[in-house]
Structure formats: C-alpha cells, structure tokens
C-alpha cells in the first residue's frame, strides 16, 4: 500500500518565484525521517532536504525549505527563487524502523524562464 | 559522492531470458537496496540487504532474486525476464541509520523485448 501521496504530477513556475510541492504520508510511528530527493534529467538522485520527526522546527537548505505538520503527517517542500536548475521530478520519501524508504509518485517540476 | 557503480547502464534483452545487474560499493555501508522506478509509481523496494547474506523482500519482489555475498556487491537477478520489468533499476547504499539517507547510483536502464 502507497504510504506516500504525492498529489501534483507537474508544476509549473516562473524564474525568480516560489513552488511549493505537497506531501502526506501515513504512519503509526512516533519516530521517523522524511525526505526530499530530486531526479533531474540526468536521472541521479539527489537528496535536497531531510527531516527529523521529532525536530518541531522545519528544515531549510538555501533556497529550499520545508513545512512539516506531523498531526496532519504532511511534509511540503517550498522552492524559493527558482532557477532553470531546479527543474526536475521530487520525490518525497518516508524512512521506517525498518530503513525501508518510501517514495511517492513525484511531482514533475518546470521552471520557465 | 557516494561511491556506488550500477552495472551495465543500459540493457535490452529478450523475454524469457536470465539477466542480472550488479552494484558495487565502495563506502563499506551496511544496507544496500535494488528499486525499480517506473511512471506513476515513483521508487518501488524490490529487495534489500542488511549484510552479508542478510536479505529481505520489498513491495515488489515478484520474479527477482538477490544475493549478496560481499559487502561491497550487491547483485539483482531477474531469473526469466518478463516485458513487465522494463523499467529502470536504481542501487542505493545506506549507513543503517535511522536518519541516514540513502545514496544512489546512477540507475540502469533494462529494456524486454
């Protein structure tokens, strides 16, 4: 069973402005980590941005930032700033107990310029 | 980087016949996964390894087989390649952490015809 929805399939957005991509999850641990991969069309996965379940304060890395609600289990990820590089598909991901990872479908993302 | 080689990059073969890929690590970590991605369905756990000879089935592990017999090797077997496994098959490596993220290797593309 998907245990990670990814709800938009593609995105569009302007250089220079803000995306923000959605993600919920479903769980009944305590304790996990989620995460953001990007896939550009060179096909490597790249880990963007990584959070601690237990950590209340949303994780940033530059121009990318987190919102993470853990009542809701939703885990969105925001791209400030966009630039041509961004464009690529973003995979959120749920690590168990298990260390198995989990990933939604993706969200395709074009930044036009 | 992570030190991780997917081999070949790209196969095409017919159905019915054996096919195996290979990845190879360099970075000595614990746990070791094959994924398959394919539209719509994101990253899908195929199989995975804790150590040596330590293996697990994922979500979709249905004609493949695994083996692992040195830390460093990780092999994924498709035993009677159906069209059904084209997809593209990506290795990652992990420090069995919780919060560790897994690495990836560059994926390989398999094609049945």
């Known amino acids: 069973a998907q245990t990670v929805t990814q709800s938009q399939p593609e995105m569009s957005v302007q250089e220079a402005e803000t995306v923000t991509l959605s993600c919920t999850y479903d769980?009944?641990?305590?304790?996990?980590?989620l995460f953001w991969y990007k896939q550009p069309p060179s096909r490597q996965m790249i880990l963007v941005i990584r959070?601690?379940?237990?950590?209340?304060q949303n994780a940033t890395e530059n121009r990318f930032s987190v919102n993470f609600q853990k009542a809701a289990k939703s885990f969105s990820l925001k791209i400030s700033d966009s630039q041509l590089g961004d464009t690529a598909m973003y995979f959120c991901a749920f690590i168990r107990n298990d260390y198995k990872l989990s990933f939604g479908a993706g969200t395709t993302v074009t930044v036009r310029a | 980087d992570a030190g991780i080689t997917q081999s070949p990059r790209h196969k095409v073969t017919e159905t019915g016949t054996p096919v195996t890929l290979r990845c190879h690590q360099t970075?000595?970590?614990?746990?070791m996964y094959w994924y398959r991605q394919d539209p719509g369905h994101g990253l899908r756990l195929i199989h995975y390894s804790y150590g040596v000879k330590d293996t697990d089935k994922g979500e979709v592990s249905d004609g493949y087989s695994v083996s692992r017999s040195k830390t460093e090797d990780f092999l994924l077997t498709l035993e009677s390649a159906t069209s059904s496994q084209t997809s593209v098959y990506f290795c990652?490596?992990?420090?069995?952490?919780?919060?560790?993220?897994?690495?990836f290797g560059n994926g390989t593309r398999l094609t049945v015809t």
């Open positions: 970075e000595n970590h614990r746990y």
């Open positions: 990652a490596i992990s420090e069995g952490d919780a919060d560790s993220p897994l690495h």
């Open positions: 959070q601690e379940a237990y950590k209340q």
């Open positions: 769980t009944s641990e305590n304790n996990y980590y």
